[in-house]
């Protein structure tokens, strides 16, 4: 079953917002955090982490975090290098 169309059609043409990167969203997402939360944040993140085998997987990762913001992804480094040492 169709439907009427009227007006002009075509295609759209999507223009590139100089904000636009994968990591806007996060980034600004966690400058917006306390520093509970933040802190609830780490121990989430980087209690997952530390229990991945593959070192380069773990690398990408922070790779990750640092793109949305160098001190979120220095401190999930942190807290995932902490609990390995530990275990």
Do not use: W
Not at 14 to 36: I, N
Not at 63 to 83: C, I, K, M, N, P
């Amino acid at each position: 079953m169709g439907c009427a169309v009227s007006g002009l059609t075509g295609t759209y043409v999507h223009g590139k917002h100089a904000e636009d990167t994968d990591f806007v969203q996060a980034s600004a997402l966690y400058r917006l955090m306390t520093e509970p939360e933040k802190q609830r944040l780490m121990e989430n993140l980087s209690g997952s982490l530390a229990q991945v085998s593959r070192e380069d997987i773990i690398a990408r990762a922070i790779a990750h975090f640092r793109a949305a913001d160098e001190e979120y992804g220095s401190r999930v480094a942190t807290a995932v290098q902490q609990l390995r040492r530990a275990r």
